[in-house]
């Protein structure tokens, strides 16, 4: 990364988040306590922005990720909104399809996904001025043409991915010079980490989303949080198959 361009990128960030955070609020972070989004929660932090920081635990997360959303809370001073499935719903999932259905077609994974994330998203997203997010292009094919700003239809909300034009160096260098706290399983061949049996590490020179649902085409490399529109998600949680 020129040092010029890391600059440029990190001062364009901070600057949309104090436009954000000033013209938008209440505005919220949703955090998956990825590499990117870490540098969002950093940002946040250092400059106290009014920006609430939620998380979805989804029951099945790592316990690495468990570990940095403590580390995040002693670390920052923080206070992480954190966001459950619906009770009913998941039992309900699980009961009709057994523990782990999500290997055994899209279908029933996306409606795991609807009832442990997009559900328990929507929930989180009432009642807010603008959703932030740290998706980056360059994470993938199904990522390729996000914005970064947007206007998220099914929640009715403007969305702001501050990092969409950073590369993986861009973050990097960015953790490496705060001395941002970051998920370990990084460390262990996982650029991209999401439920623990649902992400595996990648091998050189695959597609950074390779490891998440590597038993799908690569066109179904999302949980629904960022493409399918709630009244699908309200069908997956009610027993409807979705294609």
Not at 17 to 38: I, K, N, Q, W, Y
Not at 114 to 119: A, D, G, L, N
Not at 151 to 160: C, D, E, T
Not at 208 to 236: F, M, N, S, Y
Request: charged share 20%; glycine share 8%; hydrophobic share 40%.
């Amino acid at each position: 990364m020129a040092p010029q361009q890391g600059t440029d990128r990190v001062a364009a960030a901070r600057q949309l988040l104090h436009t954000v955070a000033r013209d938008h609020s209440p505005a919220v972070f949703a955090c998956s306590f990825g590499a990117e989004d870490m540098v969002l929660v950093d940002l946040i932090a250092r400059a106290a922005l009014p920006i609430g920081v939620f998380t979805l635990d989804t029951g099945r997360l790592p316990g690495e990720t468990y570990d940095l959303i403590d580390r995040v809370h002693t670390h920052y001073g923080l206070t992480i909104d954190v966001r459950y499935p619906d009770a009913q719903a998941l039992e309900a999932y699980v009961a009709r399809n057994g523990i782990n259905a999500f290997y055994r077609s899209v279908a029933l994974r996306e409606q795991c996904c609807t009832v442990r994330k997009t559900e328990p998203l929507a929930r989180a997203l009432e009642g807010k001025g603008a959703w932030i997010t740290g998706l980056r292009r360059s994470q993938g094919t199904t990522r390729s043409g996000i914005a970064v700003r947007e206007m998220n239809a099914p929640h009715g909300l403007p969305k702001f991915n501050p990092l969409a034009d950073w590369s993986e160096d861009d973050v990097w260098s960015y953790i490496h010079a705060h001395a941002v706290p970051y998920n370990a399983l990084h460390d262990r061949g996982y650029p991209s980490i999401g439920c623990a049996p649902c992400t595996r590490a990648v091998q050189p020179g695959e597609d950074a989303r390779a490891g998440r649902w590597w038993w799908e085409a690569p066109d179904h490399k999302e949980c629904g949080l960022h493409r399918r529109p709630l009244d699908i998600a309200v069908r997956q949680i009610n027993g409807g198959v979705t294609t």
